[in-house]
């Protein structure tokens, strides 16, 4: 099975700081193939039998164990990735050119619809906010650094671990995924 992972707040400030390519090389060591790194913020595309949460698993612990450090880890499959980039409910927009403007927020689990709905409070114009599964659409016209609609705060409304990416980045992991 294809797989990519995101790993939550590495090479941030200096902190949790992990090369790429000691992290390739920890991934190969636990038995992971046709590993590619992608970007400073711990993007990893790779190969494995194991199911999502047996990844997840194996990811968290040899970073523990190498690192000294928790690291929160999403994984999707490859061809999820591809649903992900289909199903983006912002079809109007120019997406090479919004590329940094639109989020996905990746969710640990889905989120109790009471979360939901209490989120959406928070969800003003001109901003967009769109919960597909396990991951949010997040469309932010005056940039992401400007969004009260940010990780942390997706993670403390939803009750749920998360990790976002720009649009940009999700599109270039699905390519390089598909190579």
């Known amino acids: ?12 400030s200096g902190q949790k700081k992990i090369i790429m ?5 920890l991934y190969e060591n636990i038995g ?5 790194t992608y ?5 990893v595309i790779f190969d494995s039998d ?17 690192y000294g450090f928790n690291v929160p880890v999403q994984v999707r499959e490859v061809k999820h990735f591809e649903s992900i980039i289909k199903a983006c409910p ?25 979360n939901v709905v209490k989120l959406m409070a928070y969800v003003k114009e001109p901003e967009r906010l769109v919960l ?17 609609l940010n990780n942390n705060f997706l993670e403390k409304k939803l009750g749920v671990g998360a990790t976002t990416r720009n649009w940009k980045s999700v599109v270039k992991l699905w390519a390089l995924a598909n190579l």
Request: hydrophobic share 40%; net charge neutral; aromatic share 6%.
């Open 50 to 66: 194991g199911s999502e949460e047996d990844v997840i698993a194996k990811i968290q612990s040899a970073i523990t164990k190498q």
């Open 32 to 36: 992971f193939t046709n590993v590619v």
């Open 21 to 25: 390519k000691d992290l390739k090389a």
């Open 39 to 43: 970007i400073q913020s711990g993007n």
């Open 132 to 148: 597909v599964g396990r991951e949010v659409y997040l469309h932010c016209p005056n940039g992401y650094g400007t969004t009260k």
């Open 90 to 114: 912002f079809p109007e927009l120019d997406l090479v050119a919004e590329g940094t403007r639109v989020m996905v927020t990746f969710l640990a689990d889905i989120p109790s619809k009471d």
């Open 1 to 12: 099975m294809r797989y990519i992972s995101l790993l939550r707040g590495i090479n941030v």
